[in-house]
């Protein structure tokens, strides 16, 4: 039976009224079909969170209805080992106490600090040091990694990717925790490791449909711009980190203002929209975020380190690239999918950023 997570809004809840709620679900499940398996409830953020296995989303909104009226703001499909991963339970907590009116009260955050790590991609490392260096290279950067996130309560995400996504509870060890993995991968090796990381914090369901989409989509976009082995955290995981206690040293990590992540989040939003549009170019970014195009240029450049072009070009090769490893398009469908006018400038860009051709990256891939 799938499994679904919904998402309550509800300003000023207590623990005790959503076990209570909890109760009333309990009593009606079966008659919808539903097993309501454990909720995280946030007093001071008013959201509530539950994990139930439905035969589909109207189900689980028919239960809460007839149960106590307190209809979910969002629903999604998710994955158990996901939920796991990032929550660390899929169940009520072991240490919930049954109070004496038969209520489980337990008040559990759902808020999570989430870590997007990414190295060097490994096609690029095997084509510039040969293959066996490189897959001993990944295998020590594997290793180091997860065993530093093992010493600071770091829970690793399998989600299937290249990259490394860990879920944090403490916005600070999280950020001591980068900083050991960046102190100990940058002095291994003499090869550039690509090291990229980025940490926001969030709830697991907001905009995207999927579980932490938004907070992984930011923290992503902040560790793509970060320069010089930096670590870039957002403003959200600058103050809880600070509430944490936790010291660390702010030598090598990137803060913005939240005015500059709402641009910097709109900058690539609109990449993602239009990247595929050869059309699409600098005066267009600028109406898209109504602001002139010296205002946008200046500002790209700041935050980025890139003209607004460039970024533009470098997205679409990313793009190009991961394309390549899953596709069995040729090169000149690739070229006019991502957006290049034509497959010889886009060979000559390739070429450029990644020091091959793109058929030698294909065949590599």
Same mark, same amino acid.
């Given at each position: ?41 946030d ?20 239960m ?31 240490? +919930?106490?049954?109070?004496?009116? &038969?209520?489980? @009260?337990?008040?559990?955050? !759902?808020? =999570?600090? /989430? ?28 290793y ?21 996504? +860990?879920?944090?509870?403490?916005? &600070?060890?999280? @950020?001591?925790?980068?900083? !050991?993995? =960046?102190? /100990? ?36 976009i ?19 980190a ?42 267009d ?11 946008v ?55 450029k ?13």
């Amino acid at each position: 039976m799938p499994l679904y997570m919904d998402m309550h809004i509800l300003p000023g809840v207590k623990a005790r009224d959503v076990a209570q709620a909890h109760l009333q679900d309990l009593v009606i499940q079966d008659k919808h079909g539903c097993n309501c398996m454990t909720y995280w409830v946030d007093e001071k953020r008013g959201t509530v969170f539950c994990l139930i296995e439905a035969p589909g989303k109207e189900a689980v909104s028919e239960m809460h209805g007839k149960a106590h009226g307190l209809i979910p703001n969002k629903i999604i499909e998710v994955n158990s080992s996901l939920v796991e991963s990032f929550l660390g339970r899929i169940n009520d907590p072991e240490n +919930a106490i049954m109070s004496v009116d &038969g209520l489980k @009260v337990f008040s559990d955050e !759902s808020f =999570r600090t /989430i870590m997007v790590i990414r190295l060097r991609d490994p096609v690029l490392l095997q084509h510039q040091i040969g293959k066996e260096k490189a897959n001993g290279l990944l295998r020590s950067q594997h290793y180091i990694i997860q065993k530093e996130l093992g010493s600071y309560e770091g829970s690793e995400v399998k989600h299937g990717g290249t990259d490394y996504i +860990a879920s944090f509870v403490s916005a &600070g060890k999280a @950020v001591n925790c980068a900083l !050991s993995i =960046r102190e /100990i991968l940058t002095g291994m090796s003499q090869e550039n490791t690509g090291l990229q990381i980025g940490i926001h914090a969030g709830e697991p369901l907001m905009n995207q449909d999927k579980l932490f989409g938004d907070t992984i989509h930011f923290a992503t976009i902040l560790g793509s711009i970060t320069k010089d082995g930096q670590i870039a955290i957002s403003s959200v995981v600058k103050d809880l980190a600070s509430k944490d206690h936790i010291r660390y040293d702010e030598k090598h990590i990137a803060k913005l203002s939240p005015q500059d992540e709402n641009y910097l989040l709109m900058l690539f939003n609109t990449l993602e929209e239009r990247w595929q549009d050869p059309d699409f170019d600098m005066g267009d970014l600028g109406k898209q975020l109504t602001m002139s195009n010296s205002q946008v240029y200046r500002k790209t450049l700041a935050l980025t380190g890139q003209s607004p072009n460039n970024l533009l070009r470098d997205f679409r090769l990313e793009r190009a690239k991961e394309m390549m490893k899953r596709s069995t398009s040729n090169i000149t469908q690739i070229t006019f999918e991502t957006g290049f006018s034509s497959p010889s400038y886009f060979t000559k860009c390739f070429k450029k950023k990644y020091e091959m051709l793109p058929m030698e990256y294909m065949e590599m891939a």
